[in-house]
């Protein structure tokens, strides 16, 4: 199973890493089809999902999330923040994403822009 093995390192059984993959595949909009395929067989939408899964797999609740966007077309790209924004806001994650998509800006609670080297506290515009 895809993203499993990670929970069984960590002494999960493998049915209850399977069990919790799947728990974790339905939290991220994954089909339990997405469970059994290579990455290379997986679209970009699915593969950030798995790595979302992935992370929530290891029961941290703070979750950073590089590009998250990145080389995702605009739908895809929406259901990935929304996701994040939604394990930080109706699951209490801690969330952090860095990005050059400023699109996503006015979703998010807190944001810091770095400019030249300096780190500034910017806008939401909520």
Do not use: W
Not at 55 to 71: I, K, V, Y
């Amino acid at each position: 199973m895809l993203f499993s093995y990670p929970m069984e390192l960590r002494g999960f059984t493998g049915q209850k890493a399977r069990d919790r993959a799947r728990d974790l595949a339905a939290r991220v909009a994954l089909p339990d089809s997405a469970l059994d395929r290579f990455p290379g067989m997986l679209s970009g939408g699915e593969q950030q999902r798995v790595g979302i899964a992935r992370a929530l797999s290891m029961d941290s609740r703070l979750l950073l999330a590089d590009e998250p966007t990145g080389n995702l077309d605009d739908e895809n790209g929406r259901n990935i923040i929304d996701i994040l924004v939604s394990l930080a806001h109706d699951d209490g994650y801690c969330v952090v994403i860095a990005t050059h998509d400023l699109g996503v800006l006015p979703l998010m609670d807190v944001v810091y822009q770095m400019k030249s080297g300096e780190l500034y506290l910017g806008s939401s515009d909520k």
